[in-house]
């Protein structure tokens, strides 16, 4: 079999390729994770590459999906085509991804002031515009995270910017993304807004790359960085903003866990400490704290963005098509985001999926599916369309044990540490993109949840954004708040810690 060469020319990489592999799989492989929202089956639209020699003659999915001057400049979808020659691309820096945008029609104008609150996620970068005098929500965007193409998870992001020098330009990615979903938004008003302030938060390792700050010391032990300790604060101007204002980052609480958990701890100041209490952050980072009245115990855990819909052959964000609730009653029901077509499966109907195959038996306790019901590819069909048919494949199952081992894992060792037992616990907040759709109970069969009480478990949504509103809105108190915290906050971490890892094999199984 040939090897060819693929020349990322703006990257100046060379990637070895066997002969006869798709185009999109060689360079995922190489950790490129090029986005791709219909796992390879030329639907979604989103793996555009630009060929520069030699461009292919475009498939009929990429007359239907690619505009006729993104055909004549070269750009093409990595899915449609395999590697038969050398080949010289380009992976644009211009290539967007999505920006999905909510006005809210009712919001009371009061000023022309705008605090702006961000919430920089490994998969996904939120953003909520308030206005600052009625206090009232103006839009809400969100966007992938462009750096999704350099790794689904920030140990491969760290480790491209450690090998391959990449830091400064990670930064303006980063940065020129919060601008363009922050333009998009503001063109939705019907009045040019003042920015006063933007608020940012992240985990530790997003917000390093998104400064641009030294990252090898949390990339390997001791794991801990001396950087965003403190609040930070700095001229927008610096980042390439049009406009002046103040950009604000939260005081971080240290390892992997960022300003995104000081602002979770933030929004729940009023059921901190009160009585026993949980939360969980289900996001690429899984970050959670277990409280009593003396303390808060606080961890993180790489979960992996199974739960976003990535790494999943059919899966995908929470928007219109995405498969977010399903049951089986003799046949399968299934609702979609939007009530459109079923284009992939979120989240929440992963964890529907997972939980209504194991109560029939589709498939066995150890996450392997019952050969009755699989295809001659590892794969159950949960939607049949003679263009589109969308499957569950063996190694989805695999990505969803992984992620919610790791959660399940790192929430016992909290708990044993903590020495608050899960039973008693009173409220069990659970915060994420996806939070408000999850069925508990399905989250609780698969084994993502611990058993207790249904109705103890609350709902909060993106509860890292709304704290990072709380900041905009009242930035003095968010900090004096966990200054006051501090001494009580305990951080437990699980690098190397073996009762972690034994707990983790343990919770593979459903
Ligand atoms: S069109 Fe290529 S991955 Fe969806």
């Known amino acids: 079999m040939n090897n060819y060469t693929i020349t990322i020319v703006n990257y100046k990489i060379d990637i070895t390729s066997p002969s006869k592999v798709s185009l999109l799989n060689i360079l995922n492989r190489s950790g490129m994770n ?28 990429e007359e239907k999906l690619l505009s006729n001057k993104e055909i004549q400049n070269g750009i093409r979808l990595a899915c449609q085509h395999f590697v038969n020659s050398n080949i010289s691309l380009e992976l644009s820096e211009k290539f967007d991804f999505d920006i999905f945008i909510k006005v809210n029609q009712n919001h009371r104008r009061k000023s022309n002031t705008l605090g702006i609150a961000v919430d920089l996620g490994t998969t996904t ?73 933007m608020v940012i938060v992240g985990n530790n390792p997003m917000m390093h790359l998104l400064l641009n700050l030294d990252i090898s010391k949390l990339a390997f032990a001791p794991y801990e960085s001396p950087y965003l300790h403190k609040p930070t604060r700095f001229d927008s101007k610096k980042y390439g903003f049009d406009e002046n204002f103040e950009i604000f980052i939260p005081p971080s609480i240290g390892g992997f866990i960022g300003s995104d958990f000081s602002a979770v701890l933030y929004f729940l100041e009023d059921s901190l400490f009160h009585k026993r209490g949980a939360v969980i952050d289900l996001g690429t980072n899984g970050e959670m704290g277990i409280w009593n ?22 899966g995908m ?54 050969s009755k019901f699989s295809d001659e590819n590892d794969r159950i069909l949960i939607f049949d369309d003679p263009t589109d048919p969308i499957y569950l494949y063996q190694k989805d199952i695999r990505e969803i044990q992984l992620s919610k081992a790791a959660i399940s894992a790192a929430l016992r060792v909290l708990s044993e540490e903590s020495g608050i037992t899960l039973d008693n616990i009173e409220d069990f907040f659970l915060a994420g993109n996806f939070g408000n759709t999850m069925n508990i109970e399905n989250a609780v069969t698969v084994g993502l949840l611990p058993k207790i009480k249904k109705e103890r478990f609350k709902l909060i949504g993106n509860a890292a954004l709304k704290g990072a509103v709380k900041f905009c809105l009242d930035e003095r108190s968010g900090i004096d708040f966990l200054k006051n915290i501090d001494e009580r906050l305990k951080h437990v971490r699980l690098e190397n810690d073996e009762k972690f890892i034994e707990t983790f094999v343990e919770m593979m199984k459903f």
């Open 293 to 314: 009245k003396n303390g808060v115990f606080v961890t993180s855990t790489a979960a992996g963005p199974a739960f976003e819909g990535m790494k999943i052959a059919h």
């Open 34 to 61: 090029i986005p791709s929202y219909c796992a390879g089956r030329g639907v979604c639209g989103k793996c555009k590459v630009r060929f520069i020699d030699p461009i292919p003659t475009p498939t009929k999915a």
């Open 317 to 370: 964000v929470a928007i219109d098509g995405a498969i977010e609730s399903f049951k089986i009653n003799n046949t399968f029901h299934i609702k979609t985001v939007g009530n459109t077509k079923p284009k992939g499966i979120c989240g929440s109907g992963l964890i529907d999926i997972l939980s209504e195959f194991l109560k029939n038996n589709f498939i066995h306790k150890n996450g392997r599916i019952n």
């Open 125 to 197: 970068i939120y953003m909520r515009a308030i206005d600052l005098e009625s206090r009232d929500w103006l839009f809400e965007a969100m966007s992938l995270n462009p750096l999704i193409m350099f790794g689904a998870d920030v140990v491969s992001r760290m480790t491209w910017i450690i090998e391959k020098n990449k830091g400064a330009f990670f930064s303006r990615q980063l940065f020129g993304k919060i601008s363009s979903i922050l333009v998009s938004g503001i063109s939705k008003l019907n009045y040019r807004p003042q920015i006063r302030k």
